[in-house]
């Protein structure tokens, strides 16, 4: 089992910045893949980005690119996502996942993210 916890979320004006984190327990991440979603309301769960943790290799949505980055960090068994740049349309639920086999296994309980004009 692994436990996913977010946070980092809140309230920010559009252009401004926030950095999620997504700390993980009950199993070494060594052989996952990391992503980040999102869901805002009336829409469907969205992948923004992921990170393969053995070799650090990432992946954006394109809506992202540019503004957003995942990292990883090995020691503390976390993940961030920063972001920069925000938009009114990036105000969601961010959701942290893990995959460990060919979909995503574990997810956390999300953290709200919400942009203003």
């Known amino acids: 089992q692994v436990q996913l916890v977010e946070s980092g979320g809140g309230l920010v004006q559009a252009g401004g910045s926030l950095r999620l984190t997504c700390a993980a327990s009950g199993r070494t991440l060594s052989r996952s893949v990391m992503g980040w979603f999102r869901q805002a309301p009336g829409n469907e769960r969205e992948f923004v980005a992921g990170i393969r943790w053995r070799d650090g290799s990432t992946s954006y949505a394109d809506s992202v690119k540019g503004r957003f980055t995942i990292s990883r960090d090995n020691a503390k068994n976390t993940v961030y996502l920063q972001m920069n740049d925000l938009k009114p349309e990036d105000t969601a639920v961010y959701y942290c996942?893990?995959?460990?086999?060919?979909?995503?296994?574990?997810w956390g309980q999300g953290t709200q993210v919400t942009v203003s004009n």
């Open positions: 996942a893990a995959q460990f086999t060919s979909t995503y296994d574990y």
